[in-house]
């Protein structure tokens, strides 16, 4: 499974590179049907190839959800080790997480980004750090029930620091969780990232998104349907995409457990 998220990561990164003229305008072409001309999948209402355009926001969709699920799981993980390893964080750490989720996340990403100009750093790092707490419980959780193990016991026996064992004898317990947990994040943050976009507050134009393409598709769903079926398409495939691989790397994690 690894190796096919790494080959359809490659293979998106790849073709996103290769068509350059996704914002290359001509008026004299404006809604083309499917192949013509040079145009497999037609052009847009300022005569943009189709194609170009939704393969750049499929990689730019994916590469937001990739870096946001790493910033929120950085976050996540650090609160999640010192909640459960440290007694006396726990309190102050899982009333903070109870603040931050008890607001709806949509809603604070959209004040977030109101504040500042929207750009695609601004839209990573409010959807990283909006998206921390869910993984810190769960990293939380693995800890508390870890730490009591007798390998635990002993690394703290013979004098290892904190440091040490959190790092080495913790951390490395929960990786099979938090792999999963990150991999559906990456769904999540990409979800996120259309709704930001399609309410005009994510990635800005001339710069293609699949949110924003599916708000401006809208406006010709009679005449020409495809610029809102296509990205829209798009986005579904790629978040059940991830949504299935995180599944099947739970079996896979849960059976070789």
Known sequence: MIFI???VAFSIFSFSFMFSNYNTVDLDNILKPAFSGNHLLGTDQFGRDLFARNIQAVYISVFIGFVASVVSAFIGIFFGLISGYFKSFDNI???FVEIVQSFPT??????LISIFDPTIKLTILVIGLVSWP???RIVRGQVLKIRTEQFVIAAQAMGYSDFRVLTYHIFLNCLSPLIIIFTLNISSSMMFEAGLSFLGLGVQPPTPSLGRMINEGKDFILSSP???MIPSVMLAIIIIFFNTLGE???EVLE???
Do not use: D, E, Q, W
């Open 134 to 136: 869910s993984i810190t």
């Open 248 to 250: 099947k790397l739970r």
């Open 106 to 111: 949509l809603l604070i990403l959209i004040a």
């Open 255 to 257: 059976v070789k457990k």
């Open 226 to 228: 495809k610029l809102f």
């Open 93 to 95: 750490v899982m009333r």
């Open 5 to 7: 998220l790494f080959t």
